[in-house]
């Protein structure tokens, strides 16, 4: 039987197991915003040979609930570049006149009265990290790919604090993850997925979007019991 | 079972059968292949051991489902449903077997037909999403589990179908089933916490608009499993009957007898009046529900008793035996073993079509009531004299019992008694219930069932003089200026004679 934890003893799960299972959600996270760019052939190509890759290491993958749409993602990236519709695609979807914004404000005020205070509050959450949107990309702090990133930064945080056994680093980090996720991507991901579904009945996006959902669904739940289980948070 | 699902094909079904089984697996598989169409039986040397199986055997057989067949109920879960998803299955829709004892004829009989009745649940498994999956740590974390990062097994718990829920009417009766505060109602919607939620079934059978369903235990599957449990044609034991018993809890002490089949479920409290009357029409020869081994954690050891008391007093009413509803298993499952046909009878509003049947089986007088504080239906009475026909009744009630209409020159509102489940919304949020105007009472009445709905209050209404549409029923607005009483007298005819609407206007200083 599984040890229970209680306050003052050590994380019932070893730290290099908590650091492993940190970039593995790392990857999934920049993966996923990766996806979710412009998809040029170069990108695409990149995006492929990643996705090559993580389909040699299904074992690991299977062992978590979201596999099942996170495998037809990434078969479907495997085959994107040669399909060639990933473009068109995403133009509809997301540039001129899109069918499904990808950015936050959108969905939680559509009246659009409440945006400026939503956008400072992404800021502050960034720079709290010690991060700044890169004015390059030219998107706001509510474009989607940007609130993944800091979610695969927010990983890469807590992956290197269970690697140098920083147990305080790691729970605050995970905590950190978790509050951003639950005020910001898991309020309205379910929504613009839902607008994907309607809007794109087929397509490398529709997947992304399932993919993403089911991930984003499991890291939610997951967030609340590593908390519970290494932050002794009961 | 050859029969089954005439015209469309049987899911294909993998059945890994541990070779390790008490009972001979070689001639289960067999009579599997044989007997029961779209199986693919499997034997696997220590099934346990070797979970790697699950995904070599499902691809191997291209099964969309998938039956274990253990010697102990202890098997890797979070490696299991690890290669039921490598396989492309959905791991919550594992069905798992548990054979222990393997002597004599009756042992192999008794396996075929829990078998059978497993692929029937199998095939009958819905599917799930992300929502329906709550990670737990494993319970046993090995080394090899640290290297795959396979610590993670999954719990299914229930989803909310919006589309079929009516909290926006103020329903909570979900809420009120939950024993973990998991429910919440907040501004006509119910937010369900995951973290709190210990699934145990109580909100899928409280919820009578079946908008509540965790995909791993939907009355679907039950029935499915059910009906193949009762199957004459699936095993050589007669009778049969179905003892209801909680997945926690230990094995049933003392001796069984063999005609007695298992339906486990998360909690006994889930059990409803209508699941413990299901079996018996279906062809059960009696139905038991067994109280948890320890006190129940969600406190619904008098729930349960209640509803058996119920089930008995019923049963005796309708002219049959109440030792039709027991509480142990060593006595056989004689009975009446009727098999009537009944519309889906484990779900939502199943037992007004269960007591008709059965009273027809059974001969029944038209005039059989019963008053029971357990009684899973009601019956509403309106004080005419008193009710002014507001309808805010109506609006509460979540099975549509009430409705409330206006049509020519009046309102009407009238009750289903076969829709009532004497939830008791429509009664905080009547005006007049001081006065007394409604009175609900736990009572199932035959006659009321089948005469389906009745006018329980009309009235006449007034009608805009401005516009002509309806404004309120008379004695609504009759009970409005008692209320306001004489100082307001000088608002009364604007209140008759003009809508909402159109009141403003009227009130409104002419240029």
């Known amino acids: 039987m599984r040890p229970t934890a209680s306050p003052g003893s050590p994380p019932v ?222 | 079972m050859r029969g089954e699902g005439e015209g469309k094909r049987p899911l294909k079904t993998a059945v890994l059968l541990c070779q390790a089984l008490a009972v001979d697996p070689q001639a289960l598989g067999r009579w599997l292949a044989e007997a029961v169409e779209g199986t693919c039986p499997f034997q696997v040397p220590a099934l346990c051991d070797h979970p790697e199986a699950v995904s070599r055997f499902v691809q191997e057989s291209g099964a969309s489902r998938l039956v274990l067949v253990l010697c102990h109920p202890d098997y890797p879960r979070a490696r299991v449903q690890g290669h039921a998803r490598k396989a492309g299955l959905d791991p919550l829709g594992v069905e798992t077997v548990v054979l222990k004892e393997g002597a004599g004829p009756g042992a192999i009989e008794r396996a075929k037909i829990l078998l059978a009745a497993a692929v029937a649940r199998a095939r009958a498994f819905p599917g799930s999403g992300p929502q329906n999956l709550k990670p737990a740590l494993a319970q046993e974390i090995d080394r090899g589990a640290l290297l795959r990062l396979s610590f993670l097994e999954y719990h299914a718990v229930p989803s909310l179908r919006e589309d079929l829920c009516v909290a926006e009417s103020g329903c909570r009766i979900c809420i009120g089933a939950c024993p973990r505060g998991a429910l919440q109602w907040s501004r006509g919607r119910i937010l369900y916490d995951k973290g709190a939620c210990e699934p145990c079934g109580l909100c899928v059978t409280a919820c009578p608009r079946g908008a509540i369903v965790n995909p791993a235990i939907t009355p679907a599957q039950v029935e499915a499993q059910v009906r193949t449990l009762l199957d004459p044609s699936v095993g050589a034991i007669t009778p049969r009957g179905i003892y209801f018993t909680c997945q926690r809890g230990r094995e049933p002490p003392g001796k069984i007898h063999e005609g007695w089949f298992p339906v486990s479920v998360p909690c006994i409290g889930m059990v409803t009046t209508a699941w413990l009357l299901a079996p018996l029409a279906m062809g059960a020869g009696a139905v038991a529900v067994l109280p948890c081994s320890e006190a129940c954690p969600h406190r619904q050891d008098q729930v349960t008793e209640g509803r058996i008391s119920y089930c008995r007093s019923l049963l005796s009413l309708l002219g049959a035996s109440a030792t039709l509803v027991r509480t142990s298993l060593d006595q056989p499952p004689e009975g009446p073993a009727w098999r009537l046909n009944v519309l889906d009878p484990f779900g939502p509003g199943a037992m007004p079509r269960l007591l008709l049947a059965l009273a027809e089986a059974l001969g029944a007088p038209e005039d059989t009531s019963l008053e029971h504080p357990s009684s899973p239906l009601g019956v509403l009475d309106v004080n005419e004299g008193v009710c002014t026909g507001c309808g805010r009744c109506a ?92 100082d307001y007298s000088h608002l009364f005819p604007l209140l008759r004679r003009y809508c909402p609407q159109c009141r403003a206007t009227a009130a409104s200083p002419k240029p």
């Open chain 1, 13 to 234: 799960l070893p730290l290099p197991l908590l650091g492993d299972l940190a970039r593995l959600r790392q990857g999934t996270y920049r993966l996923l915003a990766d996806v979710f760019l412009y998809p040029t052939p170069e990108h695409l190509a990149a995006l492929g040979a990643t996705a090559r890759s993580l389909a040699e290491e299904e074992g690991i993958w299977a062992s978590f609930g979201f596999f099942v749409p996170w495998r037809r993602l990434v078969d479907a990236l495997c085959m994107a570049r040669a399909q060639g519709s990933a473009e068109g695609e995403y133009a509809l979807l997301f540039l001129v006149n899109p069918a499904a914004p990808p950015y936050e404000s959108f969905y939680r005020d559509p009246q659009g009265l409440g945006r400026g205070h939503l956008l400072a509050q992404l800021a502050r959450a960034y720079a709290e990290a010690g991060l700044a949107p890169s004015p390059s990309l030219g998107e706001p702090p509510d474009f989607l790919v940007m609130e993944l990133e800091f979610m695969a930064f927010l990983c890469g945080q807590e992956a290197r604090a269970w690697e140098r056994g920083d147990h305080e680093k790691g729970v605050e980090s995970l905590t950190r993850q978790r509050r951003f996720l639950q005020a910001h991507l898991g309020m309205w991901f379910p929504l613009f997925a839902r607008r994907l579904r309607e809007k794109a009945p087929e397509g490398l996006y529709r997947l992304a979007a399932e993919a993403a959902s089911a991930f984003l669904h499991h890291d939610l739940d997951l967030l609340r019991l590593l908390v519970a289980e290494v932050g002794h948070e009961r």
């Open chain 2, 395 to 486: 609006l509460a009630c979540p099975t549509g019992a009430l409705a409330w209409e206006e049509g020519g020159d009046g309102f009407s509102l009238s009750f289903d008694g076969s829709l009532c489940v004497a939830c008791g919304a429509c009664l905080p949020v009547c005006p007049e219930k001081e006065r007394g105007a409604l009175r609900l009472t736990p009572r199932t009445d035959l006659a009321l069932l089948s005469r389906g709905r009745r006018t329980v209050f009309t009235g006449r209404g007034a009608r805009c003089e401005g516009c002509g549409a309806p404004v309120a029923p008379l004695p609504m607005l009759e009970r409005l200026e008692e209320v306001l009483g004489p």
